[in-house]
């Protein structure tokens, strides 16, 4: 099975690929698949340009052979959901779409939210500063709720509640740090913040 973590990675840190490395290790996936957003169409942050996202997406994960990205929202024209992107997948592989809560928490505002969830196995992750995996239900739909579980060897279940050990980093701390020249050194791995050195000229 291979793991889908998408984002707008913008830019990415070590928080997207500690999410990666745990979901993968502890659910025993193939791969992870990094699926850039072209637009997020659920936040109206500025977010940084595609090429510097796609840059520094790809020196992050060039060193592990378990990661690899995919461009194809990025390639399609206009907004990008989630629902298109399910119906594009190549069928010789099975898909699990990796979250973390904050996320998850707002699925039920995504187009065909429920040809989603009925469709999708879900892993949502802990996130420390945003919604607690144990009050995400009341933001879900009732009938969903008994398709929940944190218990990993559960096959009959679509959706997996991992506690995880939290790694408070946000891609909106770093592109804030970046303009109030706050550290943001080690939030990522060295290539991408020599990336943003070399284009926005930070220091530490
Ligand atoms: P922004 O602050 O711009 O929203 P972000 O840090 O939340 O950026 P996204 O690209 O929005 O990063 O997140 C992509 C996915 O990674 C989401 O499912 C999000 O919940 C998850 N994620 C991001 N950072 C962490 C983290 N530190 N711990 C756990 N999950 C995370
Ligand atoms: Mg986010």
Known sequence: MI???????????????FLAEYVMHTMGLEKIMFLPSKKPA??????????????????????????FISTMEMERDGFTYTADTIRTLPDTHHYCFITGADIFATITRWQESDYLLRTIKFVVASR?????????????????????????????????????????????????ALKDNRPLRYLMPESVFFYLQSKYGIVS
Not at 3 to 17: E, T
Not at 42 to 56: G, P, Q
Not at 57 to 62: H, S
Request: proline letters at 8%; a negative charge; aromatic letters at 8%.
């Open 3 to 17: 793991g889908i973590l998408g984002g707008a990675f913008s830019p990415i840190h070590n928080g997207h690929l």
């Open 128 to 176: 420390p500063g945003t919604i607690k995996l144990a009050n995400l239900q009341d933001h879900l739909p009732t009938w969903y709720l008994p398709h929940i579980t944190y218990d990993l060897a559960d096959t009959t279940k679509s959706c997996y509640l991992l506690p995880m050990p939290e790694l408070e980093i946000s891609s909106t701390y770093i592109r804030n």
């Open 42 to 67: 659920h936040k109206n942050v500025s977010i940084m340009d595609e090429a510097d996202r796609l840059a520094m997406l790809k020196l992050a994960v060039q060193d592990n052979p378990d990661f």
